[in-house]
């Protein structure tokens, strides 16, 4: 299977404590998104990849946030200090070419519960 | 300001019936790209379609097709003769060539198809 992945698939976590997720985009791909998507609403951007570069962030990424693509193929996203609020779904997309608008293919995701 | 508005919370139908999904976008951009996604019970985000505004041609794709109006600000998808397979939440999304790579979904419509 060559779509995107995502690790873990599950995290429960309790307040205060850090977690980081994974992503590996399609391997031709030079794009790579996060997302965030809570119960009954649509995907929420957060931050955009285009190689190793961070190039948009959105305002939702709060200072706990971070994400990191070092070698411009998989992407780490980390949460310090986990609020409840924190609990979601993070979805991973990615994309390729350098048109500016090309569909998105999507992980699975990683459901994080903050208790 | 972009934001995409998707009425229909959830349909509910039943098998063969034909159903139409609504989307209503909002955006100053005269360049933009509109999107439709399938999410279904598992959870991975599968993507239908993807329309720039300079092409105001309907589409049609087997059972799925697309209207694409720019005087409405709709882009809406029918489904004829549904089946159950159907069943899933349909995002629409929008993004605009001034808002870089954020892309805005809509909240999404629950589709239940009855057997």
């Known amino acids: 299977d060559t779509g995107v992945s995502q690790d873990p698939r599950h995290k429960i976590t309790k307040r205060g404590q850090n977690v980081t997720f994974r992503c590996d985009p399609i391997?031709?791909?030079?794009?790579l998104y996060w997302y965030r998507q809570t119960l009954g609403q649509g995907p929420e951007f957060l931050t955009y990849f285009q190689n190793e570069a961070q190039l948009e962030k959105s305002r939702l990424l709060s200072d706990r946030f971070s994400a990191e693509r070092p070698k411009g193929s998989f992407s780490t996203l980390e949460i310090q200090r986990t609020e409840q609020g924190d609990s979601a779904m993070y979805l991973c997309?990615?994309?390729?070419?350098?048109?500016?608008?090309?569909?998105?293919?999507f992980g699975p995701g990683t459901r994080l519960t903050v208790l | 300001a972009q934001k995409v508005t998707q009425a229909q919370t959830e349909i509910s139908v039943v098998e063969k019936e034909d159903v139409t999904l609504d989307c209503v976008y909002e955006t100053r951009d005269t360049t933009y790209y509109l999107f439709w996604y399938k999410q279904p019970p598992s959870g991975e985000l599968v993507f239908l379609i993807r329309r720039n505004s300079f092409d105001e041609q309907n589409e049609i794709s087997g059972r799925y097709s697309w209207n694409f109006q720019k005087s409405t600000s709709s882009f809406n998808f029918t489904i004829t003769a549904s089946q159950v397979v159907d069943s899933a939440v349909y995002f629409c999304a929008l993004k605009s060539d001034n808002y870089g790579q954020n892309f805005v979904f809509g909240p999404g419509t629950r589709l239940s198809v009855l057997p």
């Open positions: 391997s031709e791909h030079n794009r």
């Open positions: 997309a990615s994309s390729s070419g350098t048109g500016l608008s090309n569909e998105q293919f």
